[in-house]
């Protein structure tokens, strides 16, 4: 009966390869084990405090998509050299994984040459300064936002709520329009006027207009021109404004120009 059991037993490890799943727990593997769990704890603490260290740094140092960058670099580094650490108490050869790495890594670079090149170009992006979080620009015909800047692509919320991704090579190769650059802004206005009115009133009055405008700046001082006089008196009123004034800029300019000069019984054409 006993030596039915001892035969069942044995028979059951065969079949479960237990024997040799069990080989593996020897008291030097647990030790391995454990040396590296409580290690990968105390990197963790040490790499949370270092992070939290650059990341309050890098906010008042940094402008707000590279801090981004900076944090997501340190958590790659970190990754990388506990993955080679734990590798490394297990005896694993890291020569041959770099290798491999290297020839995987040459093989996808050739397969990748596009993303490559946007990731050049987005250190030349970020090396420039040319644009931030924030700021209101236009690439290649496509306005908006920006809501990201990263190492492969700039994403920009555009005014109908969309979201745009644009490869930063094309950034690099294309014209870029920064409205967020600087704090103020030129706004140019025309206004046709018929050969039958008192051009220098309406010149006069437009300034006028301009002037009682509470959003338009008076330094320098808002500018009215005659610029040429075909078909009609062509006049243009340029006014400085700050960026975020545009729209109400326009508004009462434009409105205040009808309204007074048909007052004045000033025909615009």
């Given amino acids: 009966m006993e030596e039915n059991f001892s035969q069942a037993i044995e028979k059951t490890k065969s079949i479960f390869h237990i024997n040799e799943f069990t080989k593996y727990f020897t008291f030097e593997n647990i030790l391995k084990i454990a040396i ?3 290690s990968v704890i105390i990197f ?13 740094k890098a906010t008042t140092k940094l402008e707000k998509n590279t801090a981004v960058l900076v944090n997501k670099a340190i958590s790659y580094i970190f990754y990388v050299l506990i993955g080679m650490y734990i590798l490394g108490l297990f005896g694993i050869n890291l020569k041959a994984i770099w290798g491999a790495a290297g020839v995987a890594g040459l093989a996808i670079g050739f397969a990748a040459q596009t993303s490559v090149s946007n990731f050049i170009s987005g ?26 800047v990263g190492l492969l692509s700039v994403k920009i919320k555009t005014l109908d709520n969309q979201l745009v991704r644009i490869p930063n090579s094309s950034i690099i190769n294309s014209v870029l329009t920064n409205y967020s650059s600087y704090k103020t802004t030129r706004q140019t206005f025309e206004i046709h006027i018929s050969y039958e009115a008192d051009l220098q009133k309406a010149m006069q009055k437009i300034k006028e207009i301009a002037l009682r405008c509470p959003a338009v700046l008076h ?32 508004n009462d300019i434009l409105t205040g120009i009808v309204k007074e000069l048909r007052q004045e019984n000033i025909k615009i054409t």
């Avoid at 963790?44 to 309050?56: D, G």
């Avoid at 300064?129 to 306005?143: E, L, Q, R, W, Y």
């Avoid at 808002?222 to 009123?237: E, H, R, T």
């Fill in 123 to 148: 250190l030349f992006v970020l090396g420039e300064k040319s644009m931030k979080i924030g700021d209101t620009i236009s690439v290649s015909g496509t306005s908006g936002t920006v809501e990201s």
């Fill in 36 to 38: 590296s769990v409580v």
């Fill in 44 to 56: 963790y603490i040490v790499y949370r405090l270092i992070k939290k260290f650059i990341r309050k």
């Fill in 219 to 250: 330094s320098p001082e808002p500018q009215v021109f005659y610029d040429s006089l075909i078909g009609s008196a062509k006049l243009k009123l340029i006014v400085w404004l700050k960026n975020e004034d545009l729209i109400k800029v326009k």
